[in-house]
């Protein structure tokens, strides 16, 4: 990427040193993402709800509706109130994927715990190598990131030879991440054509969101889908976008 060389005050050094310090982002992403709302340059945008931190502590309640998610992208993934299925957005269209196998187009007043959005604009596209599992799928991805420290989204669209996905279902009482989903339902899928969402979240905002990459899947049919675990397939067009702005009101949902 280009490089800009400029003098500042020692205060607004300081400044910028503390911020990164206290949040792990680097200060070329700290001041690239404030030269554009300054200049009101279009830039890549992930608008996350809650955190990964409270999901996993079992606050599956919800933060805000769908409708409200529209107005922040038209693409993503997350989940809904009670971990009730797995939500992904694709083109606009929000859908619930939930753990009887059905998939449901998602009403704008339905509650999210947790979601990540954007307004993808896809900066390429491109033909991934084959790639027999999970772990070389995630190779190919990482080997197209320019930088551990941005947030990337993902579109992976194509005839997959297999998807092994799992659904969440709703959480009883009290129960934890770890819980809700040790009876979680799992579906394998072969020669199925569909679409994967997802984004790549960097280290250093553990506890934030999910580091590295987190998929999910939906069949070119909407009968079948779910979070990714494992998938191969050949042929897979990939297109992805550098996110350099990441915000997230980090509130936490009240106890489901």
């Known amino acids: 990427m280009p490089k800009l060389t400029c003098e500042v005050s020692a205060s607004l050094l300081d400044a910028l040193a ?3 310090a206290g949040t792990g982002e680097s200060i070329d992403h700290i001041v690239s993402r404030a ?11 992930l608008f996350q709800v809650s955190t990964s931190g409270a999901i996993v502590e079992g606050l599956f309640g919800g933060v805000v509706s769908v409708g409200t998610l529209r107005e922040h992208g038209d693409f993503g993934l997350g989940t809904f ?7 992904i957005a694709l083109d606009g269209a929000f859908f619930q994927m939930r753990s009887d196998g059905t998939i449901h187009r998602a009403e704008d007043g339905m509650q999210v715990p947790f979601a990540l959005v954007t307004h ?8 991934l190598a084959p790639f027999a599992s999970m772990a070389e799928l995630l190779a190919r ?8 420290n941005i947030f990337y989204a993902v579109r992976l669209s194509g005839r ?16 934890t991440l770890v819980e809700a989903t040790s009876h979680q339902a799992e579906f394998r899928h072969q020669d199925v054509p569909g679409t994967m969402v997802g ?23 909407l009968s079948r889908g779910g979070h ?4 191969a397939g050949a042929g897979i067009r990939l297109e992805m976008e550098r996110l350099d702005d990441f915000r997230s009101p980090c509130r936490r949902p009240p106890p489901s």
């Open 35 to 45: 030269l554009a709302d300054a200049l009101q340059v279009e830039h890549g945008t």
């Open 160 to 175: 997959f030879a297999t998807v092994h996905d799992r659904v969440a279902c709703k959480a009883g009482a009290h129960e």
């Open 199 to 221: 984004f790549y979240t960097p280290a250093y905002a553990r506890g934030i969101g999910i580091p590295g990459w987190h998929l999910h899947f939906i069949s070119a049919d």
């Open 141 to 148: 991805l990482d080997a197209r990131r320019d930088s551990d």
């Open 120 to 127: 993808f604009t896809p900066q390429g596209e491109d033909t």
């Open 18 to 20: 503390r911020a990164a």
């Open 81 to 87: 109130a009670g971990l009730d299925g797995e939500m």
């Open 228 to 231: 990714v675990l494992g998938c």
